[in-house]
């Protein structure tokens, strides 16, 4: 673990290298010619009411929110609806399947009860 004294700021000037007598270190400091340039206003803006703005956002997020369950939900109902179509179909096979398998049996009937 390091030791959290290594870190201090009389430490972290030791890896600084030393600063030679011609240059001088920048300061972070603003320069009077910045401090004495003409400011320009802003332009003036419509203030937004925090109730106007509110209501606008709850309305636009309503509607997104909204718009967004509806296809999800109609997409669900697509598929679901398509998944019930296919398993109708698939009874529908089997019943017919069945259908076809008891009037071959009730034919055989009729024909060993004849034979007798």
């Known amino acids: 673990m390091m030791n959290p004294r290594t870190f201090s700021p009389l430490r ?3 890896f600084l290298p030393a600063v030679s007598p011609h240059i001088q270190p920048r300061l972070f400091s603003t320069s009077t010619v910045f401090l ?3 400011t320009v206003a802003l332009p003036a803006q419509k203030p937004v009411g925090a109730f106007r703005g509110g209501l606008i956002g709850f309305l ?3 509607v997104v929110a909204g718009a967004s369950v509806y296809y999800y939900i109609l997409r669900e109902y697509r598929v679901s ?3 019930l179509t296919d398993d109708i179909y698939a009874l529908q096979a089997a019943s017919q399947r069945l259908n076809t398998y ?3 049996l009730e034919a055989r009937l009729d024909e060993l009860q004849k034979k007798k």
């Open 12 to 14: 972290r000037t030791s």
């Open 36 to 38: 004495n340039s003409p």
């Open 60 to 62: 636009f997020g309503s």
């Open 81 to 83: 609806n398509e998944m």
């Open 102 to 104: 008891i009037t071959e």
